[in-house]
Nanobody, 123 residues
Framework: QVQLVESGGGLVQAGGSLRLSCAASGRTFGPYGMGWFRQAPGKEREFVAS??????YYADSVKGRFTISRDNAENMVYLQMSSLKPDDTAVYYC??????????????????WGQGTQVTVSS
């Protein structure tokens, strides 16, 4: 059974940093894409960042502030978030795909999801 478990969320002041982690179990996702999405109250889930091989993709709203990385040996994916803004407040979800043909910028590219971790940025 595949599981994705996020951790690292919390409350941080604007301008601060957080590092989210996602631990995958049940299968290896080494060659496949993994990503982060977020959903703020009253809003739709939106793409944040994805990674497959050496390719990374970012939403314009986080480009230059967030960095996605992964450790295939540990089956982990990370999201380093810096210069956080109140608009970054959301539940952040880790996702994994078993497709080799998607860039992973759409939620429909993914077939596995974590339960989410809350990130709250105070002004």
């Amino acid at each position: 059974q595949v599981q994705l478990v996020e951790s690292g969320g919390g409350l941080v002041q604007a301008g601060g940093s957080l590092r989210l982690s996602c631990a995958a179990s049940g299968r290896t996702f080494g060659p496949y894409g993994m990503g982060w999405f977020r959903q703020a109250p009253g809003k739709e889930r939106e793409f944040v960042a994805s990674i497959r091989g050496r390719n990374t993709y970012y939403a314009d709203s986080v480009k230059g502030r967030f960095t996605i990385s992964r450790d295939n040996a540990e089956n982990m994916v990370y999201l380093q978030m810096s210069s956080l803004k109140p608009d970054d407040t959301a539940v952040y979800y880790c996702a994994a795909t078993t497709s080799l043909t998607v860039r992973g910028i759409s939620q429909y590219d993914y077939n596995y999801w974590g339960q989410g971790t809350q990130v709250t940025v105070s002004s």
